[in-house]
């Protein structure tokens, strides 16, 4: 089975081991950080954000000062896919940004079916109308269940 | 034996009501501040609920209760004379009679009424039985220190308790950013507060109602004490309006159904919204999402402020980490108190995770909150916190992009999965006297004209609404000109690459420029960090928002140079600023927190509204989407050239796509061939200590110490009171040394 983590990155629970969703590379162990089985390059943030103002004239250019923010970019190492971007201090580690309870996520997911697209899921209204009049949540508890 | 003790108990009673009797100052209260979790059931909802209630009457109750928090916000939103509030920075509510937010208006701003339970809890236990004090119906408490609940000083909130005869049934808020309360600086959280004493009026609750109507001595002593007291008493006479109107709705509701009905909805709503954020917690994977941010700036000067927010999902718990955040900084406004990062991910769930669900603290009764006392997250009461939204809107961030990750293989989510919404409070702050001859002292609407964060399957809203309330306003040019003395030069004009770029953009945010008229003394500040180090950050792999800064042109009148060249109305920001068309003129640009000064006619002050966070790959952006941006102006020709590697003809703008794939095949090769595998990225890149030259606060690469720029490390609660010396002063020692050096 597998888990959809991020836009780019998957679990397969049965072997427990990261993947690329764009193609399918087994990036490593699901239970450590996906971020270091990936290809890291640490930019210059004012290459994504240019300076607006005149460099020689200002200080502050609308554009980030490289001397406390560098930009870390995480490539999936197969297809080169993107796979997070990290906003950071010059010399920082990079961060674990999601680390997921494999133990706890196999047993949530048994009788689950997994999403497999990040469309689905999504209902906005589910959860007002249970509240309103649908029965089968907690809001019957408190009323008593009475109706 | 038994004597003996009998009266030593004795003696010790009276000792204790002496005490109790003679308490001198009665101040904020440690323990009900450190509860943001729902009251046990009173006794009388225990009777009620236990003998079960009839669902659908239920539902009937909440309708009409949802309706007349609606009507009543609107009725506040158009009477008051706040320019925040009247863009909708308010909301109304009706709290349980301990102090449970049951339901809370849906327009507006949950935000102030998620974190008024605080406050009556404090009346209900300090004032309720006080028999200086005690209440009745028609008695109304305000409040606008948030030590006592709340966000900040220039909130104010008006209280309402609602009798049934002579039970007591309820309570009904309306709460608002009012602004101007007599601060160091206009407008109640300017950028040079160094003090709680600096941060102007400190209302405790204060009794200003009595049988409907509001006590002028007290309402003097509040107007008494802003720069605008026209301002305070339309606002408290709009709070006023709306509490009555509320306390009549709840009465009908008690008619038509009977007050146990109403008392029994009240509670049983608290609790749904408890037990289906657990709920809904449950659903989520277990494991544990981190977000780290950084405050560039204490509003005086340049520091990198850390801030961690770890979340962390355990069965039906959802715990915030918050330690290794930076130490407080005692002179400076940007401390927050740990109530108000409560406050902050209520925000992010209600406007952006769980909209579809009643709003009430009760949505965060799962949550947990770890920190260290004395840090920005959790400030002590003795530092100032005027500008606590520092540190609130940056959980806000962290709460929207941790709930995606969480939420993004989950079987339901209820909102959009999406990156971070613009987090700076990107809106000029004014004071003096204008063209009306008022004095004036407030903040535009501007503020409200953040831009939203990128989705999974489309791109951000341009300036729509803050991320702490998207169901606001934002102030028009129009209306500030009429009331204040300064003309939009540059009014909302969009620029291009202000946007967070990926797969799907983030929303681009408008630049305005004001410029003043008349002679008045009048003038501005500002109160955003964000010019060294993005504010607001993207999701899998779409890049933050820039930076920003204040530019200003100074020095001459610019009405009559326009006279002369009127090509200058069209003139942007960085068109003024690049081309410096205006002889003998000053131009600066300058970080985002500008301190208050008088600007005298035809000076120029212009400054930028942030993006929203963009989504996913550049790379995998739709090309059509990249010419539309072209053709709003959105984007410049060189990201579309070089980030989006978009291969276009730029005077037709046709996409030659084979060679679009190609380039774009070539790049992603180029990544993995430029990468480095994490053992040589850390070898070379990563440190044992933070850059010698940057002030840094905080945590380093999980240290538990913290670092705390020119003060050195420590662990928590071990480092020293942290004071910053006034800029003008290591200025001073810094000219003085270099006159040394030269003899």
Known sequence: ?147 | MTETNNTAAAEKALLDKFLKDNVSFIGPDKEINKNHHVNPRSLREDELLKQGVNSHKMAEIRSNLQSALDETFGIAEQTVASPAASCGDMSTGYFTPDGDLAIASTFGVAGFTVTLHYAIRWIMKYFKDEPTVGFKAGDGFLLNDARFGGIHSPDQHLFMPVFDGDEHIGWTVCAMHEGEIGARDPGGMGPSIESIWDEGFRGTPIKLVENYLIKRDLASLVQHNSREPHVIMADFKARLSACMRMERRMKEQVAQYGVDAVIAFMRSNVEYMAEESRRRVRDLPDGTARVSMYMDHTMREHAMMRTNFNFTVKGDRMIVDMRGSSPEIANRPINALTTCLCVGVSIALAHQVWPDLPCSQAIIDCFEFVLDENTVVAASELVPTALSMQVMFKIVTACEIAMSKFYYGAPTRYANTKAGWFNQPQAVMYGGINQHHDSVGNMCGDLNGMAGGAKFNEDGEHSIAPNFGCRTDTGESEEAEEGLPFVSVISKKIWPDNVGFGKFRGGAAYSYGMMRFGDQPFGFQTICGGSYFPSTMGLFGGYACTTYGVCRVRGKNLFETFKQSPDLWEADIFQFMNEQAVEEATYESLPSAVLFDLYAEGELFMQSQGAGGGYGDVLERDTDLVVKDLEEGVISHETAREIYFVVYNEETLIVDRTATEAARSAERKARVNRGQSWDEFVSEHVTEEPPADVPYFGSWNGSEELYAGPYGKGLPGQLPLIMMPDPKDVEIAQLKAQLAQQG
């Open chain 1, 1 to 147: 089975m597998k888990y959809l983590a991020t836009e780019y990155v998957q679990i397969d629970l049965d072997n427990e081991v990261w993947e690329c969703r764009t193609c399918d590379h087994t990036l490593g162990s699901a239970r450590e950080n996906y971020k270091i089985f990936t290809k890291i390059y640490n930019r210059n943030p004012q290459e994504i954000h240019r300076p607006k103002l005149d460099p020689t004239k200002y200080e502050f250019t609308f554009s980030p000062n490289p001397k406390v923010c560098a930009i870390y970019e995480f490539y999936c190492p197969n297809c080169g896919t993107m796979m997070d971007v990290e906003y950071t201090v010059p010399g920082a580690l990079p961060l674990h940004d999601f680390e997921l309870d494999i133990d706890a996520l196999k047993e949530k997911m048994q009788g689950r079916t997994p999403v497999v697209d990040a469309g689905e899921g999504v209902d906005t209204t589910q959860a007002l109308r249970e509240g309103a009049h649908d029965h089968s949540c907690s809001h019957d508890k408190n009323y008593g269940g009475q109706r």
